[in-house]
């Protein structure tokens, strides 16, 4: 079975407009040659030679990769420029790595497990992955499909690589969630085939779990983990892990893929700002989903009512100040709409329910008595918090928002497994891609940080920004807490002008991609916009 699936990659269709000698550079007589000998089981002679220069290769690049993450660490514009004596230009015998990668190809039997062991095969597929052409990768799929099935090529965390890369590169999905980009501070993974059945693929080719992956790499890169909402071609149904073959599929051919119709319609809630905000209604609107107009369904004016969780850090720069914070949630209380609900949920690395949904403001105002202590920063972990209290005692029909006053600095942005969050910032970021729960973070900026604490501001407010903007939300930064009353005015400002908007997608298919939402004004250039960006059909 998973001769035929590896197989079944070199059969999809790839449109290139040109194939040059430099990116097929085995003939196909010589391809055939070596699949004969790995399919017939030809022993294979010891190459300590060979070996030993595969990896040196191997080592090269890991070294290269080494430097430049080094000097993205350092954030040194000396450090983070390139020049091509930085980068390796030639192997032993004074070939590019890509030229070398040909002659061995040409030249030598596969270097499999007879001839190179175990660490020359897997580094073998390693250069394969990183120096040879997609249109090189796709013609010796069938050797490595052959000496995968007689042994010879180790079913490893390499060779996952190169088959996550290849399906990128076609266009594909990838299966075992190796392929990262590097895109505004984030490591953005690329969009995997099945959520249901990634970990038991990784765990057939020695990968630790897609949590722990992200872990080691946040790790290793000192930067968060998030998912791509990229468009994917096809989106599968789960598939047993148990199954009898306990392959992945590596063709995205794989039998089973359905396409749901569902009649839901989509809510949007649209935040409207400006210095004046005329008189508007439901013919003003339009909605855009993947580019395309939608008919607006339903529409309801700004005075629906909300549910807010006030969420107070009450760590580091913050736990000095619980009188202030106290006051500032006073007048935050005074100023809220009567037919509003406030929760008040302080944090440090836990999290105290200080008031549950309340509209009573006198309630409320009794409650701040038990706003005290101190302790570590589990940001992620507090709006994970806040959610779930929304999703559990807040009824569908009432909107949902989260205002949260921090630094943003989650002990997770220290990058260690014993520090921050039990919640992954990726996974907190699915959470609200997946809610209708707008988030409000109000970032504390303290001004004259430098150093590695300036560094840890901006990816701290890295995550405030993106959970903003994906959920609708808005991000309001100050430097100085007595100033928080007036954020807090402009926040119940903006939850005060909300429009919620219902459309039925002309685009029924339910297959789990991401589709991008864009909401617009017509006829107001003056009024800025904020929705949340996208949802997944689903």
């Known amino acids: 079975m998973i001769v035929r699936l590896i197989l079944a990659l070199a059969t999809i269709p790839c449109f290139f407009s040109f194939i040059s000698a430099q990116q097929n550079c085995v003939s196909a007589d010589r391809i055939a040659a070596l699949l004969a000998d790995v399919n017939q089981g030809k022993n294979q002679t010891s190459d300590p030679a060979l070996k030993a220069e595969i990896l040196e290769m191997k080592k090269g690049l890991l070294n290269e990769t080494a430097r430049q993450v080094l000097a993205d660490r350092n954030r040194s514009s000396e450090n983070k420029k390139r020049s091509n004596k930085d980068v390796p230009q030639a192997t032993s015998n004074g070939a590019k790595p890509e030229e070398r990668i040909c002659q061995i190809l040409n030249s030598k039997q596969w270097p499999g497990k007879s001839s190179v062991d175990n660490e020359g095969a897997s580094s073998w597929i390693t250069l394969i992955k990183t120096y040879a052409s997609v249109q090189q990768q796709r013609a010796v799929l069938p050797i490595i499909s052959a ?17 996550d890369k290849l399906r990128l590169r076609l266009g594909l999905p990838q299966i075992f969630g190796t392929q990262f980009i590097e ?13 249901q059945n990634i970990d038991a693929w990784r765990s057939e080719y020695g990968l630790p779990t897609l949590r722990e992956g992200f872990q080691r790499m946040q790790i290793f890169y000192r930067k968060l983990v998030i998912r791509s909402t990229a468009k994917v071609k096809r989106v599968p149904v789960s598939v047993s892990a148990n199954s009898t073959t306990g392959a992945a599929p590596l063709s995205a051919e794989t039998e089973g893929d359905v396409v749901k119709v569902d009649t839901s319609l989509v809510v949007i809630d649209a935040t409207i700002s400006g210095t004046s905000i005329p008189k508007i209604d439901k ?19 700004s005075d629906a009512p909300f549910d807010i969780v006030l969420l107070l850090d009450l760590s580091g720069s913050t736990s000095d100040k619980v009188g202030l914070i106290k006051k500032t949630t006073k007048r935050f209380v005074e100023m809220k709409r009567d037919a509003d609900r406030v929760a008040i949920v302080t944090f440090n690395s836990t999290q105290t329910i200080v008031s549950p949904l309340e509209s009573s403001k006198e309630k409320l105002v009794d409650s701040l ?3 005290k202590g101190i302790g570590a920063s589990n940001v992620w972990d507090s709006e994970k918090f806040a959610m779930d ?22 002990n997770g942005l220290f990058y260690s497994t014993e520090l921050g969050s039990s919640v992954l910032f990726g996974d907190l970021l699915e959470d609200v891609r997946n809610s209708q729960i707008a988030i409000f973070p109000i970032y504390l900026d303290p001004r004259g940080a430098g150093g590695g604490v300036a560094r840890l501001m901006e990816d701290a407010q890295r995550t405030m920004q993106i959970l903003a903007d994906d959920s609708g939300g808005t991000f309001y930064t100050t430097s100085n807490l007595d100033n928080l009353s007036e954020v807090y005015e402009r926040v ?9 908007i219902s459309y039925q997608p002309k685009n029924d298919a339910r297959d789990g991609t991401w589709r991008t939402i864009k909401v617009e004004v017509v006829g107001h250039p003056e009024l800025k916009v904020r929705a949340r960006s996208g949802y997944y059909a689903k």
């Open 183 to 195: 895109e505004n501070g984030f490591l953005v993974l690329y969009p995997i085939q099945s959520d």
């Open 147 to 163: 000496g995968v099935e007689r042994g010879e090529i180790p079913k490893d965390d390499e060779l996952a690589a190169l088959i």
């Open 492 to 500: 119940l400002q903006d939850v005060g002008r909300v429009f919620s």
């Open 369 to 371: 008595s038990g706003i």
């Open 283 to 301: 013919a003003d609107f339009r909605i855009l989903e993947d580019g395309k107009e939608q008919e607006i369904a339903e529409f309801k004016a």
């Open 389 to 410: 209290l929304l999703r559990r005692d807040s009824p569908p029909n009432r909107r949902k928002a989260i205002v949260v006053m921090t630094d943003g600095v989650d």
